[in-house]
């Protein structure tokens, strides 16, 4: 077993869950919050990945960070709109985008599938050389994005505990008393998608300098990813403070991508992870309502036997009541 689960393969899995726990955390605001299935996440993440490499290939990797940022709200801006503004369907906005960002990706890219970052820094290696050690040279990855996404678990926390927060998870849960209330649910979901869309872009600037390298095809089933990610978290809380969920849904992204080492380990074909993954979701989707069946059955399962054991009883009572007539 030890050599089955190798400590690389588990630091492995936390640091690129840490990652993707930041587009589970935007398909949290979008999809649990606001209740809007942003399909453009695919390529939103993508256009994160390239605007990092590209801006940091120009020499500039903390600059990266920011501008991939601003290219996931600019993303979610017009996702937004379509909807708000033009009363496209949230489905429909969000493949609009995604199939346009493919282009605008390629353009970015320079008309190229893929993009090497070499021979430049990056952030991971800036924050390496700031503390020399060999306990930091083993984990100063895991480390790094462990506390970018913790800052971004506080700051989605405060956020949605400001009067704006609050009216954008109002307008998720009621967008009509909402709007009895004199707030503009147009604006509040524009905002929303923002925020949400600016950490997907964030996910990709780190993931194309953790990985020094973009490819064209790289954001293609992350909402899957994302949704999985979601509802795996969801499974560990039914009721608690947003802060709480907000850290489950990183911890579900870390519990998904150990399963998907794990395929790595039993050798499943690359060509089966997009059904690893399907598999993981419907199983994720499936369990609370399996775990009620269960429970259902199990309290049929003890009514039946007390009304078997009532019914002895009355049988019994009858029996001796019979005897001692008789007698």
Sequence with gaps: MEGFITVGIVQTALELGMIYGLVALSLFISFKILNICDLSTDGCYTLGCAVSAIVT???????????????GVLSGFVTAILQTKFGVESILAGIIVNTGLYSINL?????KSNVAVFGTDTLFSLVKGLIPGAFWAEWYKLITVTVIVLIACFLIWWFLGTRLGLSIRATGDSPAMVRASSINTGFTIVVGMCVANAFTGLAGALTAQYDKSVDITRGTGMVT???????????????????????????????????????????????????????????????PSAKKMLKLKGQKRKARKNRLALANGIGEEDSTAANEKED
């Design 57 to 71: 290939l120009a020499g500039h990797p903390i600059l990266a960070i920011f501008a991939a940022i601003a290219a």
């Design 107 to 111: 353009a970015v890219m320079g008309f």
């Design 225 to 287: 990813v994302a949704l999985a990610s979601v509802i795996i978290g969801s499974i560990f809380y039914n009721k608690g403070n947003m802060l709480k969920k907000i850290i489950f849904v990183v911890i579900g992204s870390c519990i998904y991508r150990f399963i998907v080492s794990l395929a790595l380990r039993l050798n499943v074909p690359t060509e089966f992870f997009k059904l690893v993954s399907a598999l993981i979701v419907a199983v994720a989707i499936a369990a």
